[in-house]
């Protein structure tokens, strides 16, 4: 049977480990932006398309950072 203290341990591995998943995906996610964002700074590209392009980054990081 687990005591208080183990549970407390295991808890607080688990969110280290998701905390360390969370910063992966959330960097993943912001270097993909950038890539996206950099290839979109063409002068034939409508500046609307770029500010979609980044603000749906920009959201897909705060969903990811508020896991």
């Known amino acids: 049977m687990l005591d208080m203290r183990s ?3 295991n808890e607080e591995m688990l969110l280290e480990v998701r905390t360390q998943q969370s910063g992966r995906v959330l960097f993943e ?3 993909q932006g950038r890539t996206i964002f950099d290839g979109l700074l063409t002068p034939s590209v409508d500046p609307k398309i770029r500010t979609t392009a ?3 980054v920009v959201k897909l990081a705060t969903l990811v950072s508020d896991e």
């Open 7 to 9: 549970l407390r341990n």
């Open 29 to 31: 996610i912001l270097q």
């Open 54 to 56: 980044l603000d749906t």
